[in-house]
C-alpha cells in the first residue's frame, strides 16, 4: 500500500467518523461475520474495543496472526535488525543487505505495516474510546502506541507522528517525536497506576499479554518510559534523567520479575523457528558476534539460544558473506548452528532489561535506591532465570573470560575477537568500562528482542560486534561504527514528497544509512 494513502486513508476514516479497521478494512467484516452480532452489542460485552486492542498488541512485534505472516517479520526484523546487531546471519542472498546496501523491498516493511497495523488500530481505538469514555482503555492503547512507533521512529528517525490522522502528511522531528512519546506516556501512566490501585481490570478477556492486568501494565509502561529516557540521554541528558525518575521513582514501579515481562501468550512458534526450519532448510543461523560471546564467556545460556552444530559446539554465520553455494550454511549440513527457536517467546521487555538500566541510571548519579553493581547482577541472574540457565553466580565471579575470536567453519570469513569485555562488576572502572559492561550483558539479555537491542547498540556503541564480512554500503557507512539508520521507502519520494522532504529536513543528513539519528549522540 502507498505510504501517501495510507495516511489520507485514515484521515478520511477519521473526518468521516467513521468505525473502520484502519487500512486492512476487515474490522467489521471479521467481527461481524465472527460473532454474529450487532454494533451495540459489540459495545456492550466490549467486543468492538478487545479486536481493536489485540490487533494493537500484534502490532508491536510483528508475526504470523492470520493478517500477517511469518515472512513479514523476516524482512522487519530479521534481515534488518537481527542481522545488523548480530543476533543472526542470512543463509539465502548475496549478502549486500547485511552488509549494509539495503534493499528498500525489505526495510520499507517496518514503516508501511506499522502505520496500517498499528497506528491505524490505534486511531480506531481513540475514536471509540473517547465516544464511549473509556479513559482506562485509552491509557492502555496510548502505551500500546509507543510501544509500536518507537520501533518506527527508531529505523528511520523524524516520522509523520503528532498529526497522523489529518491531512498534514508532514514528519515530526525525532527530537518532537520522543517528546510527544513522554508526554503521551505521561498522561497513560497515572491512569494505569489508579487502575492498579483500584484493581480495575482491563479488557481481561482480549489481552493477549497480562489479561487484563492494572498492576502489570502500570509496570510495563513505567518500564517503556525508562527505556525511552534512556534513550535520549546523550542529546538531551535533562530530559532523559526527569523521565527516567518518574518511573523508577514511582509508587507502582517497575518491572522488576520474570513473572511481569510482557510476553504475547497466544504465539505457537516464534517468526525465527519458521525462518530457520521451513524456509529453505535455513534462510538464518546463529550470527558471529553471538558465536563469539557465547563461546568466549563460556555462557550457560549458550545452548538454549542456539542449536549445537554436527559436531556439538556453537558455529555461527558472519554476516555479508557471498559463498557460490548456501548448502553447507543450511540445517542438513549441521555445520553451523540453527536458533534454538522452538523456546523463544514473543516478548516486548523483560526485567532483565530494566535491570540493566537502573544499573546504567545508578553509573550515572541518578536516583535509584540500589547500586549499579547490584543491578547489573540482578540483571544477569534475571536473563538466566528467564531462559532456565545455572550457574549465573559463577558466571558473574569470572573476571578472566573475553569474547571469543570468530572462526568460520564452513569457509574463511574469520574474524579477531571484537572486544575484550569481561563479566565480573569492577566498582574501580572508570563510567565507559562499566557501561561496556552493562552494555554487552544487556545485548545478550535482550535477545532475541533485535529491534531494541539495535537501538541499544547504536547508542551506547556496546558490545563491539563481528562487522560484515564485506562492507557493501559504498563508503557511506563506517565499518567500525555500523550502520546508523534505514532510508525511508522510495515510494515516499513519490506518493508523499511533502512528507519525505520534510522528514529529511528534520533528519539533518542524507536519506541514507550513515546518517545518525536525534539520539545517537555519543561521540566515537
Known sequence: MKTMNIFKGIAAAVLAGTLLFSCTGKFQEINKD?????????????????????????SVIIYRDGTYLDSDYQIMYNLCAETWVGYMAPTLSDGHHAGWDVNDGWHRRMFTVKYEYGLGAYSDFEKYASEHKMTNELALAKVLKVATMHQ??????????SQYGSLNNKYDALEDVYKKFFEELDEAIPVLENCATSGTTLLSAYDLVYGGDPVKWAKFANSLRLRLAMRVVYADPALAREEAEKSI??????????TDNAVVTEVGHHPIYEINVNFNDADTQVGASLDCYLNGYNDPRKFLYAKPAGDGNLHGVRPAIAPSSWTDYKNKAAKVSAPNASIYKVC????????????EAAVRGWAVSGSAKDYYESGVKLSFEEWGANGA?????????????????VGSANSSAPSAVTIAWDNSADTEGKLAKIG?????????????????????????????????????????QGIRRVPYPVSEQSDNREGYDSGVAALGGPDNVGTRLWWDKKPF
Open 348 to 359: 516486548w521487555l523483560n526485567a532483565a532489561e530494566v535491570a540493566f538500566l537502573e544499573a
Open 440 to 480: 554487552t550483558q544487556k545485548w545478550l539479555a535482550l535477545f532475541p528482542n533485535s529491534c531494541e537491542a539495535w537501538a541499544e547498540y547504536r547508542r551506547l556503541h556496546y558490545p563491539v560486534l563481528v562487522p560484515p564480512a564485506t562492507n557493501f554500503s559504498n563508503g557511506v557507512v563506517n565499518t567500525n
Open 249 to 258: 521513582n514511582s509508587a507502582v514501579g517497575v518491572i522488576t520479575a520474570n
Open 34 to 58: 465472527q460473532f454474529g452480532v450487532s454494533d451495540e452489542q459489540m459495545a456492550q460485552d466490549g467486543l468492538a474495543l478487545g479486536g481493536m486492542l489485540q490487533q494493537l498488541q500484534r
Open 393 to 409: 553466580d559463577a558466571y558473574l565471579a569470572n573476571s578472566t573470560a573475553q569474547p571469543a575470536a570468530f572462526t568460520d567453519a
Open 152 to 161: 518506527v521512529a527508531d529505523y528511520y528517525g523524524p516520522i509523520a507522528y
